[in-house]
């Protein structure tokens, strides 16, 4: 496995390999590497020639207050879990040689990014968008993986590269949970046993309220109020939101109806949790 | 010379090309095209494999109130001039393509984009940002050629394509001039023969500043205040902006100093006229 530090290597590195013909698949990541990224690591290792991952702990996707600095950097673990999955190519990039003194640059996308997280995280999808298209730009990569836990993130990333017409195949993987529900995430680290159980609530909320849908209760208000008194009930927190929207365009529905997402955010601790899952009503019956 | 109006023939055209190591050159244009176009093309003509010119009036770059509904569009004239200067391929998409429904992601570059025609045509650097982030994700150009007439424009593309890390070398051409000094607009189209005549005022400005300032004439207030009169004495008009700014970062100056644009925006009749020049004064004496 290759490990490049610098922009221009790896930039050297995908000439040689577009020249070769090569299928390039792309994982970017935040590090912390954990069995949601090797997921998406072993998509793009069944289907493409070269799979480059990248571990870059992007500071403009983080607010004031947020925890860039206390995010989990395990550099040495990370890579051996890149190697472990097959990747050909890490790219480890320093801050200073992707945001240059002057950068003034950003890519962003409009109503996706208003609601959820969005309404919480001023300026975090800007930030996301205008990495991933750096990224896009050194690595040209014919496909790229991305996780459906961050669902706003997807959609977001999806249409920018619908907008700005890159060539590239964007595949959003299943969530991966542990064996007993909780979302895989690199923020689960913050949390102490007895929040690692409490935070079980955020999924068990979500498959009540598919139960609920299921069964033919539509009504928005209420699912999001018994999914609330759910979560709430489990201990100490603090919801952000907990949504039901519609699945593309991720507007906000009062009756569910076709496909839509049911979407959280909960601090419990020091961790700000996020899951969803999707859910098909079909059509109205009304 | 091909003609391709389809986004997906002209990538898969790309993809043939980028197969085959050819070195790909871009001039993206609005039509109309006039010998300031024409030098970029040959400019790409003399050191690029395949040539590659677009045509497409962008509507995003327009501000409401301008002239996106009357600018020139002679596109049989403009296939021909694209022929004569050796163009392999010109791109002429719809609208309806480039921007399809629900389209919602904007390129933009803050700072350069502040003053200077920025100040006066609210979205119009992001309508070009954004169009030029998407021909150059669909062309995938080893080379671009912008005119220096745009100087605003150029480094505004410049600062994105370093920010951004496109993989293409921007190359800025200097501006075309009529013999008698104007430089070469589609917006000149727009003048009477009288107009015409008057707008000479705007480049014969420009060359009194720089004779003052080899001369020695360094306090902008002064300059700027002799160039106003003088264009307002050559005739009716509204002027926008005249400014002395660093060539680089495009932040007014008080004295001349180093690298400097000197640059203005002038309304004539129905034209919006600019033009720039760029003196090199050294560093300062005092």
Same mark, same amino acid.
């Given at each position: 496995?290759?490990?490049? @530090? ?16 090569? *299928?390039?698949?792309? *994982? ?31 500071? !403009? ?13 395990? %550099? @040495?673990?990370?890579?051996? $879990? ?12 320093? $801050?200073? @040689?992707?945001?240059? #003194?002057?950068?003034? !640059? ?5 109503? %996706?990014?208003?609601? +959820? ?11 996301? !968008? ?8 050194? /690595? ?30 964007? /595949? ?27 935070? %079980?609530? +955020? ?13 033919? &209760?539509?009504? /928005? ?25 519609? #699945?593309?365009? +991720?507007?906000?529905?009062?009756? /569910?109806?076709? &496909?839509?997402?049911? $979407? ?23």
């Amino acid at each position: 496995m290759l490990k490049i @530090e610098s922009i221009t290597k790896l930039q050297q590195h995908v000439r040689h390999l577009r020249r070769a013909s090569k *299928v390039i698949g792309f *994982v970017p990541t935040m590090g912390a590497i954990h069995e949601g990224h090797c997921s998406l690591m072993r998509a793009g290792r069944a289907e493409c020639d070269e799979l480059i991952a990248s571990i870059f702990v992007n500071p !403009t996707q983080f607010c004031p207050g947020e925890d860039y600095a206390k995010y989990p950097r395990p %550099l @040495e673990r990370d890579l051996a $879990a890149c190697e472990a999955e097959g990747v050909d190519t890490v790219f480890c990039p320093d $801050a200073d @040689e992707m945001y240059p #003194a002057g950068s003034a !640059t950003t890519v962003s996308v409009s109503g %996706l990014t208003d609601g +959820l997280c969005g309404a919480y995280r001023p300026g975090h999808f800007d930030g996301v !968008t205008t990495i991933v298209a750096k990224l896009f730009n050194i /690595v040209q990569p014919d496909i790229a993986y991305f996780g459906q836990k961050d669902a706003q993130q997807a959609a977001v990333i999806r249409r920018m590269v619908r907008d700005l017409i890159w060539p590239i195949k964007i /595949v959003i993987c299943p969530t991966i949970r542990e064996p007993d529900g909780l979302a895989i995430s690199s923020r689960n680290a913050y949390l102490t046993p007895e929040q690692r159980k409490q935070a %079980l609530s +955020l999924y068990a909320a979500l498959e009540y309220a598919r139960r609920q849908i299921q069964a033919g &209760r539509l009504k /928005v208000a209420d699912l999001t109020a018994e999914m609330r008194q759910r979560i709430e009930a489990a201990g100490p927190c603090s919801i952000d939101y907990i949504e039901i929207i519609d #699945a593309h365009e +991720l507007i906000p529905k009062n009756t /569910v109806q076709g &496909r839509c997402l049911i $979407a959280l955010a909960v601090r419990i601790g020091k961790s700000r949790l996020i899951d969803n899952i999707e859910v098909d009503a079909g059509t109205s019956k009304s």
